[in-house]
């Protein structure tokens, strides 16, 4: 069970249990998911018009946009900046699962409200989120700018990309783009884990213990397209800003911009994009939202429940 359920029969999980259950959920689930991650991120950086009918962008279809990675850059090219997303995905889980239990924990506790509501669940999942985000923004921008570049590489190495990103644009570097972040995350996560628990509630209680898993995936698949569709251009606006200053390794994809902030790119992008330039890379984000949302819950009540199983067998 995802978040503090006073009704349970065993004992709420302990921080440590869901921190260690939550990493271990983002490790296994970044290592699937990373390929559709990285052609995510082409098609939300390409300022041309992600369209067959229109094909003067470098990517215009996931299965196109595939085959050209594949052939330009090769089979490793999928997992780009996998170290840092490995890490980013490792920090990300364990500071939302072990705050989001904390923090359901303490609703029920210390208010009237029933702490397994949907609507706690929305904004404790929120606050976790925003939580994590801050803690691991540094990450998810070296993540970002991995998954962007072409060949020839500007970082080489992880040790590489920090210490030449602090020499020229300073710590706040790795902080490009965390106000969209931020603004995005809250309801992003929140619903994520509103619709799970509305999914859980509506699926009921599965026939047989076996089921448990399948359900998870099912309603996180779900509740994570719904969320991404819900959210989607703040996470657009967010790529674009992380990769500020890191225009000479996207000159092999086509044009380049550069924004002063926030309302900037909003308005540079209404401008010269028109509205369809908010949704790029939607169809493989849709698609990442739902493997990832769904193997992470799955994968998170999995290791939670091994982890209390063995304390318990102790």
Same mark, same amino acid.
Not at 123 to 149: E, I, K, M
Not at 243 to 261: D, K, S
């Given at each position: 069970?995802?978040?503090?359920?006073?009704?349970?029969?065993?004992?709420?999980?302990?921080?440590?249990?869901?921190?260690?259950?939550?990493?271990?959920?983002?490790?296994?689930?970044?290592?699937?998911?990373?390929?559709?991650?990285?052609?995510?991120?082409?098609?939300?950086?390409?300022?041309?018009?992600?369209?067959?009918?229109?094909?003067?962008?470098?990517?215009?279809?996931?299965?196109?946009? %595939?085959?050209?990675?594949?052939?330009?850059?090769?089979?490793?090219?999928?997992?780009?900046?996998?170290?840092?997303?490995?890490?980013?995905?490792?920090?990300?889980?364990?500071?939302?699962?072990?705050?989001?239990?904390?923090?359901?924990?303490?609703?029920?506790?210390?208010?009237?409200?029933? %702490?397994?509501?949907?609507?706690?669940?929305?904004?404790?999942?929120?606050?976790?989120?925003?939580?994590?985000?801050?803690?691991?923004?540094?990450?998810?921008?070296?993540?970002?700018?991995?998954?962007?570049?072409?060949?020839?590489?500007?970082?080489?190495?992880?040790?590489?990309?920090?210490?030449?990103?602090?020499?020229?644009?300073?710590?706040?570097?790795?902080?490009?783009?965390?106000?969209?972040?931020?603004?995005?995350?809250?309801?992003?996560?929140?619903?994520?884990?509103?619709?799970?628990?509305?999914?859980?509630?509506?699926?009921?209680?599965?026939?047989?213990?076996?089921?448990?898993?399948?359900?998870?995936?099912?309603?996180?698949?779900?509740?994570?397209?719904? %969320?991404?569709?819900?959210?989607?251009?703040?996470?657009?606006?967010?790529?674009?800003?992380?990769?500020?200053?890191?225009?000479?390794?996207?000159?092999?994809?086509?044009?380049?911009?550069?924004?002063?902030?926030?309302?900037?790119?909003?308005?540079?992008?209404?401008?010269?994009?028109?509205?369809?330039?908010?949704?790029?890379?939607?169809?493989?984000?849709?698609?990442?939202?739902?493997?990832?949302?769904?193997?992470?819950?799955?994968?998170?009540?999995?290791?939670?429940?091994?982890?209390?199983?063995?304390?318990?067998?102790?």
């Amino acid at each position: 069970m995802v978040g503090y359920d006073p009704g349970s029969k065993g004992a709420a999980p302990a921080p440590e249990d869901a921190a260690l259950s939550g990493s271990a959920a983002g490790m296994v689930t970044r290592a699937l998911i990373s390929p559709l991650d990285v052609i995510k991120i082409r098609f939300q950086l390409q300022i041309e018009s992600v369209s067959s009918r229109h094909p003067e962008g470098k990517y215009w279809g996931l299965f196109q946009a %595939s085959r050209c990675i594949l052939a330009e850059e090769g089979l490793p090219a999928f997992w780009k900046g996998h170290v840092p997303a490995q890490l980013l995905s490792v920090c990300f889980g364990a500071v939302q699962f072990a705050s989001f239990e904390f923090l359901t924990e303490m609703t029920h506790k210390s208010t009237v409200y029933d %702490s397994q509501t949907a609507g706690v669940h929305f904004v404790c999942g929120g606050l976790a989120a925003c939580s994590a985000t801050v803690a691991c923004q540094p990450l998810d921008t070296l993540r970002t700018r991995f998954a962007a570049q072409g060949e020839p590489k500007v970082y080489h190495s992880l040790r590489h990309a920090v210490s030449t990103m602090y020499r020229t644009e300073g710590a706040l570097g790795f902080y490009r783009g965390l106000g969209p972040t931020l603004v995005a995350v809250f309801p992003y996560a929140g619903l994520q884990f509103f619709f799970y628990k509305v999914l859980k509630n509506l699926m009921g209680p599965p026939p047989k213990d076996s089921d448990v898993g399948g359900q998870s995936l099912v309603c996180g698949s779900c509740a994570g397209v719904i %969320s991404k569709t819900m959210t989607y251009p703040f996470d657009l606006i967010k790529k674009r800003l992380q990769v500020g200053g890191f225009e000479e390794a996207r000159a092999h994809f086509g044009q380049v911009r550069r924004y002063g902030g926030f309302v900037d790119c909003v308005s540079q992008i209404a401008r010269e994009e028109g509205l369809r330039g908010f949704l790029k890379g939607l169809s493989p984000s849709l698609v990442k939202a739902a493997v990832s949302t769904g193997f992470t819950f799955f994968w998170y009540e999995f290791f939670l429940n091994v982890i209390q199983n063995q304390k318990g067998s102790q």
